[in-house]
Every structure is written in C-alpha cells, then in structure tokens.
C-alpha cells in the first residue's frame, strides 16, 4: 500500500510531496515521545497533533506518513514544512480508531 | 581520528519553534555521507529527544556530533540546572515539563530512555546549579 493509495479510501491530501512510498504497520499516538520510541520506519503516524514538532517527529523517525484524525488541520505554514521536509501529511473526518479500522484492512 | 567529521550547533534555549533544527541538519548531513538508513534514524531520534531537552529544561546549549570510523558520538553541553537524581530521570513517565509544553506533545517522560534505547553507550555528567553533559555513541559495525 503506497501513501498516495490512501486517497481512494478516503483520506484527503495535505501535503504530498513523496506519495509513492510504501506504508508498512500503523502507529497512534500523540505524545511525540512515545512515537519516537514505539514508531517503526515506514508507519502511518495517526495523531491528532498538528504543531511543528510532529513535522520533525515524523521526519526523524522516518515515518511514511501522518494522518491527521478527527478532521485535524495544518495551517498553511506548517503545510509549506511538511512539502519543504518531506513529509506526507493526509487527513480524515474519522477518529483514530476509525482509521486504524480502515488501514487495518487495507494493509492486510 | 584526526580526520573525523564534526558538525557543532548552538541550540537556542529561546526559540521553541524551531527547536529540532540541528538534528534535522545532522540527518541531513549523515544521509549526504550515505549512512544506513536505520543509523541515521537512531542518530536523529536519540539527538533531537536531547536538543529538546536542552531548550526545555536548560535554556539551550551546544551540540556536536562527531563522524568516527567506527561510530557517531553526540555531545550535549547545557549549563542549565542539572538533573538532581539521574535514576529518576531515566524512569519512563518521570518528567518536570511544565503544562505549556506538554500540551505541544512532549512531557511523556520517555526522551532520556529513547535516548538510551536508541544509543549503543549513553553517559550523564550533571552538576546542579553548573549544566549538564550527556554523551551518547551509535556504533557503525
Ligand atoms: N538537559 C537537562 N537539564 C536538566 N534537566 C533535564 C535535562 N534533561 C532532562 N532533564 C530532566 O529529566 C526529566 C526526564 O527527561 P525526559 O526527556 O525523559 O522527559 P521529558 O523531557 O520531561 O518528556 P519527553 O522527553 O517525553 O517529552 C525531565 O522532565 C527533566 O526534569
Ligand atoms: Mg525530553
């Protein structure tokens, strides 16, 4: 399952700058810490976060993408970080467990 | 050793937002060099988790990271106030972050075992009232 797959399921683009990665397991998690920790390389970051320190998060731990649940958005600045380091950004009206539902399937 | 590589950065104990820059460069810079990606994932994390400690708990600090042969070592000089009882601090959930920061995501308590977790050596030199000087190496075989 790519990054830019997500699209047809649902989830809307943020940012995209590197939608052909490949999303491997799902993480869910809001205090940054933890998901530096637990976070593998390649998972779909689920939070409902939306600072600049979850861009940096989701670069340094290498994570394919954030999803931003509960209809969670990015102002533009942040959008402009995200294209500017990398990072996919998708968001979705659902809640957390929602979306790990969805992904769950898709990933399967 | 005489032609180990050496990145220094001041980290700004003012500036929040754009606390993470020097391990967003260091990441960079090690992926310019073509280190393993799992590396510099660990180099990153582990020094972006003690950039931020700096800003929050120490008013900022210096950081250097130096390219060994056989592995990478970050420094971490503060002058902030010095961790009173280190065993305690490294206790996941143990934190001192105030509610301002917490409500940005930090706070958990897990940044000094990331640090650990992520490291292959970790060593905390601290004096109250004086600063606080952490070490961390990543091996490269
Ligand atoms: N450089 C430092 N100077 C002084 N105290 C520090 C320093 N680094 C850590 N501490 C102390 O150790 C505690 C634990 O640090 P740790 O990084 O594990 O958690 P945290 O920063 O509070 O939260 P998190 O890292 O999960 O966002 C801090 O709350 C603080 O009291
Ligand atoms: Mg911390």
Redesign the interface.
Known sequence: MTVEGLLEHGFSPVAMPDGSRTIDGVYIGDLLSWVMGRAQMDNAWITIMSNNNVIAVASLADTSCVILAEGVELSQDLKDLAMAKDINVLSSPKSAYEIAVTLSGLLA | MSDALVFHFDVDGENF?S??QA??AV?RNLRQLGLP??II?RV??AM??GEINMVIHANGGDADVIVHEDCIEIILADKGPGIKDISLAMQEGYSTAPDNIRS????????L??MK?YTDSMNIETELGVGTTITMKVNLT
């Open positions: 937002t606390a993470g391990s967003t990441k990606p799992e994932r990153s994390i972006y988790e940005l995501g930090f706070g958990a308590g897990m940044g075992p990331n977790r």
